[in-house]
């Protein structure tokens, strides 16, 4: 594994806010199709993490390595075009839109055509728009949500409010799938379907995913590999089994 | 023959529609063309309508489909008024047409809209650049300050004049030589203007049903989880404040087809008349946010009232505390502003497109939801 | 020389009308995020009660300026009407945007209103003499007695606004308000009393503006308060909104753009400099002067 290139790389990043230092000297390297967990506790800086990949911070030191390619003074959109994609926390839908739009927005960087096939709805257009859709209702299909393509995004339960956000996110053709607790607030039934969808998608894309989650025995039931960080800091790496024998892991999360 | 989509379809009856409509127009209009109310009310009338038809569309796609409020947007309208007009101007004084006449004029009429547009659209651009990267309040008071400053240089400009184009060193009616229209050059081009609305509406519905559209609602609804869909959100927003800017100076150019002379305290944003950035607003939220059929729909009625409002013969009949009030039409605006936006924050129709071919299917959903309310209501009654 | 510093007295006279005003349009943006378009209207509002109420006082043997009390009343009352009629609704419903739109019809309704009614109607009225004329010469600079008056209530009425922001249990509920509404309505703060005050002295103060206003230029009109209210938002926003010494910079420098534009280039330029100032303030820093940049949570 060690001579292929990593999808992401991280090299001492970290973000100040103020005096406050969120996130610090954080490394981490995750190859093409590996599972990667990011756990912590509250408020540790796991989130402020993605936001550094993902451009919506700017980092006060380091720098983000997207497949060889490093990212430093970039936006979001341009991450995005690198192959990085991302769900939140706190779900930030199109709300106003209909699942099959909120998947094909995410499609825009990629569509080939300008204001003037728009415009005149040439054949451009109409082939275009019509590969989108197909390809947007197999995304939803894979998410488990292809019946509910023309209901508006708000109207969806939470649950499947959280699978569009997957597929949304798969649309943008990314090599690195940031998931954001996918599963806070699922009951156990959503939790195991999401599990089936995310087995699906790694399947089927072959993409990396780094994954935020409270829901421990998930996260040591499918990571292969667990980075713990508490106060901005990384205080313990490796396999779930060792992550889970730590004594420091055990100290940060009991809160001595 | 290929085999059309719903879509397909409905494209090919909307088209039927509008070019039957069209030809009806100009048959009724070579009929009565010459005579009375025809040619003195509704034909003045409706070129009216036609550019306020595109202004408030025109605004749509920044207030209602990017989700931003801009404030300037009559600067941008005044740009394409003075454009066309000094444009026309300019190309009577170098003879290129006479008496608005002959195939050169009809040619110089549209390089003038077109002018209108893309010099708006260019200063849209200007102005989008910088404005853009604010958001919310801030940018409606940069808009705001942007369409103040435009049209204090319009003002400042010694070939405008504070005074109106009539009056400044341009001091020619636009009547008399440019593109100013007496109501019979306006019957007689009346298919002019209906031919840009046309045009403009289509165009601005194309940009919506795109992906365009998609971004763009997209970054009303949340930009930060569109930029991390790969939506490049400012170049996205720029484009659409150029594209709206675009169609305001279009409007412009009809407008300047409409009037004598121009004077930019039409423009203005504290003025009472009914061009005011304010009263486009007033359109564009009463047919709903993010519904260009709406604003369509709206910017007719609108006009029409405000038109009964101020000559009706019915309005003599009412009590004098009434026709008071309809001496200042913009109270009864503002009124009926703050009572929709208290009960449907997203305006009349919110963001519904009406459609010939699915009129059935909307009235159909429509009554059926009505009646499940209805149904619901007594179930809840019943229920104490 | 001496027309230098008699542009810097004027600009500061009409920089403290400006920082009076737009300390009414900074408190409410301060608590509640609301750009209030309609405060410009609530300066004619106060013009048009000391067209009445002027001669009242005189008649009472007052001076003129005193009626500027029941003026503030007046305009206090407007204020708090506007809020609960209005504004309190829409917030509780609709999003910023729809917030802005309203304040922006309130505006409007103001304005026509007092067209509609009879006793105003739509032709501008003139003002009676506020101060007692003439000044003081100084060399050859003259310092005429409103000025001294205008800048002297103006500088006496924020220091009163700013102790009573710092240094009373309204006044910190104001800012507990401004701060975090979930938390102060935990501290047992009754946030929408808090709010109608803030409307009612900030509709108070835009009284105040209005006796200064028509001591300089004794004439009322309907729509006088939409350009004034637009630049007094602008010195707001120049200063960092929601900060009151922000509004009281912000007003003097906007002031003093403006006479130095007027005297210097152009007058009919006034208007394009004072906003062209403020979109390079908010290009720049969009927070204002004094302000701080927040960015959004994520």
Same mark, same amino acid.
Request: charge should be positive; charged fraction near 15%.
């Given at each position: 594994?060690?001579?292929?290139?990593?999808?992401?790389?991280?090299?001492?990043?970290?973000?100040?806010?103020?005096?406050?230092?969120?996130?610090?000297?954080?490394?981490?390297?995750?190859?093409?199709?590996?599972?990667?967990?990011?756990?912590?506790?509250?408020?540790?800086?796991?989130?402020?993490?993605?936001?550094?990949?993902?451009?919506?911070?700017?980092?006060?030191?380091?720098?983000?390595?997207?497949?060889?390619?490093?990212?430093?003074?970039?936006?979001?959109?341009?991450?995005?075009?690198?192959?990085?994609?991302?769900?939140?926390?706190?779900?930030?839908?199109?709300?106003?839109?209909?699942?099959?739009?909120?998947?094909?927005?995410?499609?825009?960087?990629?569509?080939?055509?300008?204001?003037?096939?728009?415009?005149?709805?040439?054949?451009?257009?109409?082939?275009?728009?019509?590969?989108?859709?197909?390809?947007?209702?197999?995304?939803?299909?894979?998410?488990?949500?292809?019946?509910?393509?023309?209901?508006?995004?708000?109207?969806?339960?939470?649950?499947?409010?959280?699978?569009?956000?997957?597929?949304?996110?798969?649309?943008?053709?990314?090599?690195?799938?940031?998931?954001?607790?996918?599963?806070?607030?699922?009951?156990?039934?959503?939790?195991?379907?999401?599990?089936?969808?995310?087995?699906?998608?790694?399947?089927?894309?072959?993409?990396?995913?780094?994954?935020?989650?409270?829901?421990?025995?998930?996260?040591?039931?499918?990571?292969?590999?667990?980075?713990?960080?508490?106060?901005?800091?990384?205080?313990?790496?490796?396999?779930?089994?060792?992550?889970?024998?730590?004594?420091?892991?055990?100290?940060?999360?009991?809160?001595? | 023959?290929?085999?059309?989509?719903?879509?397909?379809?409905?494209?090919?009856?909307?088209?039927?529609?509008?070019?039957?409509?069209?030809?009806?127009?100009?048959?009724?209009?070579?009929?009565?063309?010459?005579?009375?109310?025809?040619?003195?009310?509704?034909?003045?009338?409706?070129?009216?309508?036609?550019?306020?038809?595109? =202004?408030? /569309?025109?605004?749509?796609?920044?207030?209602?489909?990017?989700?931003?409020?801009? =404030?300037?947007?009559?600067?941008?309208?005044?740009?394409?008024?003075?454009?066309?007009?000094?444009?026309?101007? !300019?190309?009577?004084?170098?003879?290129?047409?006479?008496?608005?006449?002959?195939?050169?004029?009809?040619?110089?009429?549209?390089?003038?809209?077109?002018?209108?547009?893309?010099?708006?659209?260019?200063?849209?651009? =200007?102005?989008?650049?910088?404005?853009?990267?604010?958001?919310?309040?801030?940018? !409606?008071?940069?808009? =705001?300050?942007?369409?103040?400053?435009?049209?204090?240089?319009?003002?400042?400009?010694?070939?405008?004049?504070?005074?109106?184009?009539?009056?400044?060193?341009? !001091?020619?009616?636009?009547?008399?030589?440019?593109?100013?229209?007496?109501?019979?050059?306006?019957?007689?081009?009346?298919?002019?203007?209906?031919?840009?609305?046309?045009?403009?509406?289509?165009?601005?519905?194309?940009?919506?049903?795109?992906?365009?559209?998609?971004?763009?609602?997209?970054?009303?609804?949340?930009?930060?989880?569109?930029?991390?869909?790969?939506?490049?959100?400012?170049?996205?927003?720029?484009?659409?404040? /150029?594209?709206?800017?675009?169609?305001?100076?279009? /409007?412009?150019?009809?407008?300047?087809?409409?009037?004598?002379?121009?004077?930019?305290?039409?423009?203005?944003?504290?003025?009472?008349?009914?061009?005011?950035?304010?009263?486009?607003?007033?359109?564009?939220?009463?047919?709903?946010?993010?519904?260009?059929?709406?604003?369509?729909? /709206?910017?007719?009625?609108?006009?029409?009232?405000?038109?009964?409002?101020?000559?009706?013969?019915?309005?003599?009949?009412?009590?004098?505390?009434?026709?008071?009030?309809?001496?200042?039409?913009?109270?009864?605006?503002?009124?009926?502003?703050?009572?929709?936006?208290?009960?449907?924050?997203?305006?009349?129709?919110?963001?519904?497109?009406?459609?010939?071919?699915?009129?059935?299917?909307?009235?159909?959903?429509?009554?059926?939801?009505?009646? !499940?309310?209805?149904?619901?209501?007594?179930?809840?009654?019943?229920?104490? | 020389?001496?027309?230098?510093?008699?542009?810097?007295?004027?600009?500061?006279?009409?920089?403290?009308?400006?920082?009076?005003?737009?300390?009414?349009?900074?408190?409410?943006?301060?608590?509640?995020?609301?750009?209030?378009?309609?405060?410009?209207?609530?300066?004619?509002?106060?013009?048009?009660?000391?067209?009445?109420?002027?001669?009242?006082?005189?008649?009472?043997?007052?001076?003129?300026?005193?009626?500027?009390?029941?003026?503030?009343?007046?305009?206090?009352?407007?204020?708090?009407?506007?809020?609960?009629?209005?504004?309190?609704?829409?917030?509780?419903?609709?999003?910023?945007?729809?917030?802005?739109?309203?304040?922006?019809?309130?505006?409007?309704?103001?304005?026509?209103?007092?067209?509609?009614?009879?006793?105003?109607?739509?032709?501008?009225?003139?003002?009676?003499?506020?101060?007692?004329?003439?000044?003081?010469?100084?060399?050859?600079?003259?310092?005429?007695?409103?000025?001294?008056?205008?800048?002297?209530?103006?500088?006496?009425?924020?220091?009163?606004?700013?102790?009573?922001?710092?240094?009373?249990?309204?006044?910190?509920?104001?800012?507990?308000?401004?701060?975090?509404?979930?938390?102060?309505?935990?501290?047992?703060?009754?946030?929408?009393?808090?709010?109608?005050?803030?409307?009612?002295?900030?509709?108070?103060?835009?009284?105040?503006?209005?006796?200064?206003?028509?001591?300089?230029?004794?004439?009322?009109?309907?729509?006088?308060?939409?350009?004034?209210?637009?630049?007094?938002?602008?010195?707001?926003?120049?200063?960092?909104?929601?900060?009151?010494?922000?509004?009281?910079?912000?007003?003097?420098?906007?002031?003093?753009?403006?006479?130095?534009?007027?005297?210097?280039?152009?007058?009919?330029?006034?208007?394009?400099?004072?906003?062209?100032?403020?979109?390079?303030?908010?290009?720049?820093?969009?927070?204002?002067?004094?302000?701080?940049?927040?960015?959004?949570?994520?």
């Amino acid at each position: 594994m060690a001579e292929k290139t990593p999808v992401l790389e991280t090299r001492k990043l970290g973000i100040s806010f103020g005096g406050l230092k969120a996130v610090n000297d954080f490394n981490i390297k995750i190859y093409p199709g590996e599972l990667v967990g990011l756990i912590g506790p509250n408020g540790a800086g796991k989130t402020t993490v993605f936001n550094l990949l993902t451009g919506v911070y700017a980092p006060t030191e380091g720098t983000v390595i997207l497949d060889g390619q490093p990212l430093n003074g970039k936006k979001t959109y341009q991450f995005v075009a690198a192959g990085v994609a991302r769900t939140f926390q706190n779900i930030r839908l199109f709300r106003n839109m209909t699942v099959i739009e909120n998947v094909k927005a995410a499609f825009t960087k990629d569509v080939g055509y300008n204001l003037f096939h728009a415009s005149f709805r040439t054949k451009k257009f109409w082939e275009t728009e019509k590969k989108l859709t197909d390809k947007a209702m197999e995304l939803l299909d894979i998410c488990g949500l292809a019946d509910k393509a023309d209901v508006l995004a708000s109207s969806l339960p939470y649950g499947r409010q959280r699978k569009l956000e997957i597929a949304r996110a798969l649309a943008t053709d990314m090599k690195l799938l940031l998931l954001d607790e996918p599963a806070a607030g699922m009951n156990p039934t959503e939790t195991a379907e999401l599990l089936e969808c995310i087995n699906t998608i790694r399947k089927r894309f072959g993409v990396a995913i780094l994954l935020i989650e409270h829901d421990m025995s998930l996260v040591m039931n499918i990571c292969q590999w667990i980075q713990v960080i508490d106060y901005g800091q990384t205080i313990a790496s490796g396999l779930p089994e060792e992550i889970a024998a730590n004594p420091r892991v055990i100290a940060a999360y009991l809160g001595e | 023959m290929k085999k059309l989509g719903r879509t397909g379809q409905g494209y090919l009856l909307n088209t039927i529609i509008i070019v039957l409509l069209f030809t009806a127009a100009q048959l009724v209009t070579a009929a009565f063309g010459g005579e009375g109310s025809f040619k003195l009310v509704l034909v003045p009338s409706i070129w009216q309508c036609c550019y306020l038809m595109i =202004l408030a /569309a025109s605004l749509n796609l920044v207030l209602g489909f990017l989700g931003q409020l801009s =404030l300037g947007h009559c600067g941008f309208m005044a740009v394409g008024a003075y454009t066309a007009a000094l444009l026309s101007l !300019a190309c009577e004084r170098a003879e290129l047409f006479k008496d608005k006449e002959g195939v050169v004029f009809i040619l110089v009429l549209f390089a003038c809209v077109l002018a209108a547009g893309i010099l708006s659209a260019l200063i849209g651009l =200007l102005v989008g650049i910088p404005a853009l990267r604010l958001k919310g309040d801030y940018l !409606a008071i940069i808009t =705001l300050g942007f369409g103040m400053i435009i049209i204090n240089i319009i003002n400042n400009l010694p070939f405008c004049g504070q005074d109106g184009l009539a009056l400044g060193s341009a !001091a020619a009616s636009l009547y008399k030589n440019g593109l100013g229209f007496g109501t019979k050059s306006k019957v007689e081009f009346l298919w002019a203007a209906l031919l840009v609305t046309i045009i403009s509406i289509t165009l601005m519905f194309m940009f919506v049903r795109s992906k365009y559209g998609r971004a763009i609602r997209a970054i009303r609804d949340d930009e930060i989880a569109a930029a991390a869909s790969g939506i490049n959100t400012s170049y996205y927003k720029v484009l659409t404040f /150029a594209y709206s800017a675009f169609f305001a100076g279009v /409007a412009g150019a009809l407008y300047s087809c409409t009037n004598a002379t121009l004077s930019t305290s039409s423009f203005a944003f504290t003025n009472g008349g009914i061009l005011n950035s304010t009263f486009i607003v007033v359109m564009v939220v009463l047919g709903g946010m993010g519904s260009i059929t709406g604003s369509v729909a /709206a910017a007719v009625i609108m006009f029409f009232i405000n038109y009964q409002i101020k000559n009706g013969s019915w309005v003599d009949a009412l009590p004098a505390a009434v026709q008071a009030v309809f001496q200042y039409p913009m109270l009864v605006y503002a009124i009926v502003l703050i009572v929709v936006i208290m009960f449907r924050p997203r305006g009349i129709f919110g963001s519904y497109e009406f459609s010939l071919i699915n009129l059935k299917r909307d009235l159909k959903a429509a009554l059926e939801r009505r009646a !499940a309310a209805r149904s619901e209501r007594k179930e809840a009654r019943s229920n104490g | 020389m001496s027309t230098f510093i008699q542009t810097l007295i004027v600009g500061i006279r009409l920089g403290s009308v400006y920082a009076l005003v737009a300390l009414g349009y900074t408190m409410v943006y301060g608590i509640i995020r609301l750009i209030n378009f309609a405060h410009g209207d609530f300066i004619m509002v106060g013009g048009y009660t000391m067209i009445f109420t002027v001669p009242v006082a005189l008649a009472l043997g007052l001076p003129a300026w005193a009626a500027v009390a029941a003026a503030a009343v007046v305009c206090a009352l407007v204020g708090m009407g506007t809020e609960l009629i209005a504004y309190r609704p829409v917030r509780k419903k609709g999003s910023n945007m729809t917030a802005l739109i309203t304040a922006i019809a309130m505006s409007l309704f103001l304005e026509n209103l007092a067209q509609a009614i009879p006793a105003i109607g739509p032709n501008p009225k003139v003002a009676s003499q506020i101060f007692a004329p003439g000044g003081i010469e100084i060399g050859t600079v003259t310092l005429e007695y409103t000025t001294i008056f205008t800048i002297i209530i103006s500088a006496v009425v924020m220091l009163l606004l700013y102790w009573f922001t710092q240094r009373t249990r309204m006044g910190r509920a104001m800012r507990c308000v401004a701060e975090d509404k979930a938390a102060a309505t935990l501290m047992g703060i009754n946030v929408n009393n808090t709010i109608l005050l803030t409307f009612a002295i900030g509709s108070g103060l835009a009284a105040v503006a209005a006796l200064m206003y028509m001591a300089q230029y004794p004439r009322i009109y309907t729509t006088m308060g939409s350009l004034l209210g637009l630049k007094a938002f602008v010195s707001a926003v120049l200063g960092g909104i929601g900060i009151i010494p922000g509004a009281v910079l912000g007003g003097v420098v906007i002031g003093l753009v403006e006479s130095f534009t007027t005297s210097y280039i152009s007058s009919s330029m006034a208007d394009t400099f004072v906003f062209l100032i403020l979109i390079i303030v908010l290009v720049l820093k969009p927070a204002g002067i004094m302000g701080k940049n927040v960015g959004e949570k994520v």
